[in-house]
Structures are given as C-alpha cells and as structure tokens.
C-alpha cells in the first residue's frame, strides 16, 4: 500500500508554482505518448508519488499503487484539470465550430448538378445510414460534416506516424492530403469511399482550418471517447437515432471489456462505432486486461473510421471489416474469437426495411430453430448470430435495451439465451434515473454471457440494479459472486437459471414483490373490453385549441371534445365542467373528426422514396364550401411535418381521423409514480396516450365507481407495478394485454352494501384530489373494505 508520498517543500511563490506545475505536467506527457510498450509505467515510484503530489492528486492509504498512472493521466484531463488544457487538446468548441463553418462552404456544390456518379453514391450512403433525400439540406450539411471527420481522423493517422518515418507536412490541398494519406500510411479501414470525393470539393483554406485542429485528436487521452463526442456534436441526434447509433459511455465499456475478456484476448466487436467497448482503458501504457487482438465490425466506413482511428491512437492491434455483422461467418475471420463485446444497433423493426427484416427474421428461425417475432429489434439478431463465434467458456458483454425482458418477441429470445449460455448476469441501472445514451427512450441493460454447451449444468443468475454510481471492480465483483440483497450501490437478486422461465417478464426480478391475489378476482377482460385510443397521425394538426377554432371559424359539425392529455387532467375524473378551465389554459380540447370525405380537400398520395405527400395545387384555387376546407388546405404545405407522416396520408380520405367510441373509463397508461384509472363523464373521446375501457352495460353506474374504487387502491397499485416496464427517465407503461390480465372485483359479485361504500369512497377520493386534500386516508378506506372482503 501507498503512503502520502513524498512532496518538494522547497519555497515557491504562486507564479512559480503554476509554471513548475505546467513543465511537470509537459514531462508527463511527453513519457505517457511514448511508444515504449515494454514497460507499463515510464515513472519509478518516487516520481509517481512526487508527480501526483504536484498535481494535487491525493494518495489515500487505500489506493493500490498501480493505479496511481491511470489517476495522473484521468488528471490531465482536460475536461476535469484547466491547467492541462495548454498540454492535452481535446475535442472542444473550436474544432467542432471548425468542422461545421468549413461544411457549410460545400453545401452549395452538393445542391447543384452533380455528376451522376458521384450522385448514386451519396443516395446509397443516405440509404446506408437511414438519411432522407439528398435533396434536404440538412442531409447535404451531415454528409459534409462527416466528410471533414472523416479526412481528420486520416490526418491525425498520418501526424502519429510521420515524426517517426519524417515524412513531409501533411499538405493543404484537398488532392494531394488525400493522395499522401493513402500512399503513407494504408491503414485498414480506410479503403476508399465517396466521403474522401466529397473532400476534394472543399478549397484549401477551410481544409486547412480544420487540419490544423487535428493535434486536438491526435494527443488526446481517451481518443475514443473524443473521437465518439465529436460524432455526436456534429450529427442530430435523429440521425444518429434512425439506425439506432448511441455511444458507449467509457465507464460502461470499461465495466464489460473487464467482465468478458482477459489480457492478449481475440475479442470481436460488432458494430464497433469509435470502438468504445474495446479500446484499452489505459491508452499509454498496457495493463492486464487490454485485449491482444481486436476484430471491428461495421457497416458504415465513417464508423470503421473512427473505430481504426481511436484503436490506433490507443496503441490497440485493430482489423476492420466493413460489412453487415449479421453476413459475417466464423469462417469470415482468421483466427478463433476470445470474446464478444457489443453495442448493436437500436433499430426498431418498423425502421427496417421489409425485405431486409424478413431476410434476417429467416436467418435467425433456421439458425436457432425457434419461432421468432417479426417484430423482433435489430439488437435481438445481433444476439441469435453471435453465438456462433464462440466456444463454450468464451465470454459475451451485450447493452441493449431492456425492454425485450416484458415483449412477446423477447420470449424466443430469452429461451435462446437459457439454452446457449450460462447467463452470468443482468445489470440494469435504476430504471428512475435518465437513460447513459442520449435521447434513447430506453433504460440500458448489460448481459453478461458464457457460452456453454447443452450438457452443461447452469448455476445463479444475478439481476442486479445499480441505484448509484459504483466503480467497475465492484460491479465485475456483483457479476461474479454477488450474493442476495441490498448493498450500498444497489440490489442484487439470485436466482437459479434453470428456474428462470422465458415466458416470465424478467424486468420483474430486478425488484420482485410478493402480491397474494384472492380466488374471487377475474380478469378485467371478463368484464370490459380495453382498448387503445384514437391515432390521428399528426396531434399537433388534427387536435385544436378553441382559439384555433375561432381563428379559422372551424364549423362545429367538424369537431368532437376531445380528452385533453394526461398531464393536464388532475386528478380521478374528468367532468364537463373542466372545459372552462382548459380553453383558458388554451390546451388543445377539440379533434378534428369527420368521416365523410369533404368537397374541396385536395386528395394526397403518399410517395415513399420521397418520403412525403404529393397532392394536386390546382384542387386548393376553387372557393371552399366550409371554414374547414381552408384549414385542412393550408396544413397541406404549410404545416411542418404533416406532409411526411405516412399514418395520415394512407388514409382514404387523409384528414378523415379513425372511428372511435367514448369511454366510460380511462387508463393514462404512462406515469412515473402510479397509474391512474379516471372516470369519463363527459362525451369526449380519447387519443392513444389512454386506453379506453368499455365494461359490460350490467355492471352499471355505482358498480363502476366501485370498481374505480378497487383500480385506485393500493392492492392494484402493486399489482400493476409488477405489469409495467420502465422506460428511460422512470417513466414507467403498462400495455393493453397486461391491462386486460389486471385481477379485478366484479361489482355483480359482491354485495351492495360492499359496492356502495367502494363507490361513495370513489366519489370522495376524486373530491379530495380535485380540491388538493390528502387522500391517503380514503385510500386506506379502501383497502380496508377490500382486505376484508378478499
């Protein structure tokens, strides 16, 4: 163990401090991007500990010495030491604005007459990467954005080797940049692609403002996460989003990359991005785990890009191939995989192309000989095909979205992972906190996998929800022998695997609770139907306030009250009365709901390569008949994002909102404390965000406050907790179907001396919610009837 190491007490003023301190930290620098590989530390102890002192690194009794180098270099760091900032560049402000003006001055070029080559090839880029048109201007902006990131990365290649080789400045000009790039350094990955035309379209001035930026790239400390930064600062996260593209936070590749490799591993990283999942944790120097050889695999050339680009700064042996991970075979590869570690891609299967999803659903049937869902996610193939490149005792690391725990499509996967693996662990951190990826509308979940054979004996799987933030080695250490219960971090649960069913909703097993359910209970489908509400396609056109009303003089026979959203109905009920309060409020309380087709409304065509409506200009010049025509006209091409919506213009006719009937009870099925079931007492309809329950006609009024009463109770609150998945934020979802399953009271069963206690203790909660009084003492009113009646 460590002491508080020995300081230079030698008188300094504060002027000399900050210089001493600026030339120590330049001779750090300077050994840690040594390319001395044979020895893990290039600093005897003394100097460590006199190094860290300077830099007001505190050494703790505790801390193991080997880690005194990683704490020093995590020092550096620009973004935790402003003192570092003159000697660690990172990707910052400066070099992101730099990208961005240069892309700007190319935008034009990729607006005017391209040559039809080179034309195809950016429409089959856009096509790769989930882009619209070429023709949008945002889309023209991305693709000179990457092109400036991609010539970056290969310069900041060629700056590493060219003081060792002195090879000449790398120059200015688009052509020659390009041609000394490909003729020094050949790296693979870097094959050519229609990214390096676009770069010869830029003039030499605005290539060399982000060029001489690339040092910011090249001497980092964590090339892959700033390399994965800068990705992200320059595409929209909607971009990145449609083929499900989130970063690995490093903490989190640092977490799997221990857990499923071993030092001079084989590991293959599908999927690889900026390599965050397999780039060493320690770029200078090498430590135990680093793996000895790293095989990316990515479709996309700007992400094998940035994968060889961040490996190689980090000192990583790395190949590239650029193909599709689920075309690539054992056989594909040169040598035996080690370990798996993966961030696939998020793809929803409603954004995969319908050929392409039934190609791979097919794939995954005859490889596994399980009936797989159609409506399987892109990740879930990911996890059918990797099996095969490992032997048993290989290890995989997955993050994926939990969701698959509580989806019908995750029961195939679920058995598939029980039959081919011995699962480790599930750790899934606290669902209540904001998702580690950006604007992903998930809570992650990493899976920890060993591949066994099918005579093998399976042992414990841990679900493990981390609450705070904890240090790898004590998470690897849960994964491994993390015993039944609570820690200061979280909670572990341990359950036998062969008990584990793939029909169960395993979300449940991060938090199981006990519900004991009575015999008299039956299923809320016995006694209603529960239905989704209304879709229209586009709320923010179909759904008005009554100052839009009034604005365009919309005719009442083309307007039904409407249920504002969830948010703003407070409390159990919504009454007739309320109306007053949301048209102050200007909140949107009117649909937009005819279905007869209306004489002067353009009809529409949707045009899918285009991705949007067309229509004929000539039907809107003739006098409408009704207000109405003049409003669903100007929405036509005025409104943002209603002639792109496929829902709206598939319809016959378009602006003609789905039937609906009103329901009498109204589930807001999204919350993130408890749902609520409401009372509908008025003629409006509902909209997806409530599923509408329609009970059978004999249970009548005062049962069906009863049964309210039951809903609102604490017993159901737990039961329904058990039913919801949780999504990104805690915010948490019950679907329709567990809806439907719900352990209910049926009025007509009881006695009703029972049901009209229920229903006045029903009509009370929702006066004691409406006037901001407790409710507590109703809800255990409640309780207490049910606990003696059940």
């Known amino acids: 163990m460590g002491s508080s190491g020995e300081k230079d007490e030698s008188p300094i003023t504060p002027m000399g401090l900050e210089a001493r301190r600026r030339e120590q930290i330049g001779e750090v620098i300077e050994q840690l991007a040594g390319d001395d590989h ?128 002195a090879w000449p400045q790398l120059d200015t000009d688009p052509q020659t940049a390009l041609h000394q790039i490909e003729e020094r350094t050949g790296s693979p990955g870097f094959e050519a692609c229609v990214l390096d035309d676009v770069v010869q379209l830029f003039e030499s001035t605005d290539l060399q403002a982000v060029l001489g930026e690339r040092h910011r790239v090249l001497y980092s400390s964590q090339p892959t996460e700033a390399i994965g930064r800068l990705y992200e600062a320059l595409l929209p996260s909607e971009y990145r989003r449609t083929i499900g593209q989130h970063r690995t936070p490093p903490e989190i590749g640092n977490l799997m990359q221990t857990w499923a490799t071993s030092g001079g591993d084989a590991v293959l990283d599908p999927g690889m991005g900026a390599g965050g999942l397999s780039t060493p944790f320690h770029p200078r120097w090498d430590v135990s785990t680093d793996p000895g050889d790293v095989t990316g695999i990515d479709r996309s050339p700007i992400a094998a890009r940035m994968g060889i680009t961040a490996q190689t700064l980090a000192r990583q042996s790395t190949t590239a191939q650029l193909t599709d991970f689920l075309d690539l075979t054992p056989e594909d590869l040169d040598h035996d995989v080690d370990a798996v570690v993966c961030n696939p891609p998020y793809t929803r299967y409603q954004a995969l192309p319908a050929e392409y999803r039934a190609e791979r659903n097919a794939q995954a049937e005859d490889r596994t000989g399980l009936e797989i869902p159609g409506t399987s996610p892109l990740y879930a193939y990911f996890l059918y095909h990797l099996r095969q490149f490992l032997n048993p005792g290989d290890r995989a690391a997955v993050i994926v979205p939990h969701v698959f725990l509580a989806r019908d499509y995750g029961t195939p996967l679920k058995q598939f992972l029980l039959r081919e693996f011995h699962v480790k662990g599930l750790l899934m951190s606290d669902p209540n906190t904001e998702s580690v990826f950006e604007n992903a509308q998930t809570t992650e979940l990493i899976l920890f996998l060993e591949a066994r054979s099918g005579s093998e004996e399976t042992g414990v799987t841990r679900f493990i929800r981390v609450d705070e933030k904890q240090d790898v080695p004590s998470l690897v250490d849960a994964v491994r022998n993390g015993g039944q219960g609570e820690t200061d971090w979280g909670v572990i649960h341990c359950f036998k695997q062969a008990d584990l069913a793939p029909e169960q909703k395993w979300d449940r097993l991060f938090d199981p609770i006990d519900v004991e359910t009575s015999p008299r209970l039956t299923p809320l489908s016995e006694v209603a139907d529960v239905r989704r509400g209304l879709q229209t396609g586009e709320n923010d056109f179909f759904c008005l306030t009554q100052e839009t009303v009034d604005a365009w003089g919309i005719e009442p026979r083309f307007l039904e009250r409407m249920v504002p959203k969830p948010e703003y109905v407070e409390g159990y009920d919504v009454r007739s009365d309320d109306w007053e309060h949301y048209r102050a409020d200007n909140r949107p309380n009117w649909l937009l709901y005819h279905t007869d087709p209306i004489e002067g409304v353009p009809a529409t065509t949707y045009d899918h390569e285009a991705d949007r409506a067309e229509w004929s200009e000539a039907a809107t010049t003739e006098e409408p008949v009704y207000s109405v ?142 006037y901001n009084e407790d409710e507590d003492p109703i809800i255990s009113r409640i309780d207490s009837v049910l606990e003696r009646e059940l």
């Open 38 to 165: 044979d020895s893990p530390s290039p600093f005897s102890e003394p100097e460590l500990y006199r190094t860290a002192a300077s830099l007001g690194i505190p050494i703790w009794e505790a801390e193991v010495k080997e880690r005194f180098t990683a704490r020093i270099l995590d020092r550096l760091n620009y973004e935790q030491d402003p003192v570092a900032q003159a000697f660690v560049p990172v990707v910052g402000e400066t070099l992101i604005e730099a990208i961005k003006t240069a892309a700007e001055t190319v935008v034009p070029a990729l607006n005017s007459e391209l040559p039809q080559s080179l034309r195809k090839r950016l429409e089959d880029w856009c096509e790769l990467h989930g882009f619209d048109s070429l023709e949008h201007t945002a889309v023209q902006t991305i693709i000179a954005r990457q092109a400036l990131l991609s010539v970056l990365l290969q310069a900041a290649l060629y700056e590493r080797q060219r003081k060792q080789h």
């Open 629 to 770: 025509v003049e409003y669903l006209r100007h929405g036509l091409p005025e409104h943002k994002t209603l002639s792109t919506r496929a829902t709206v213009h598939r319809r016959e006719p378009w602006y003609c909102v789905e039937r609906g009937d009103v329901a009498p009870i109204l589930i807001a099925p999204m919350s993130r404390s408890g749902i609520r079931f409401l009372l509908n007492e008025t003629n409006a309809r509902h909209l997806n965000s409530y599923y509408g329950v329609y009970l059978d006609p004999a249970i009548g009024r005062t049962g069906k406050k009863a049964l309210l009463a039951y809903l609102n109770s604490t017993f159901v609150n737990k039961i329904v907790s058990q039913e919801q998945h949780t999504l990104s934020g805690g915010l948490k979802k019950i679907e329709p179907g567990d809806a439907k399953d719900l352990p209910i009271i049926d009025p007509r069963e009881l006695p009703d001396t029972v049901v009209f206690t229920l229903a006045d203790s029903f009509d009370d909660l929702r006066e004691a919610a409406r």
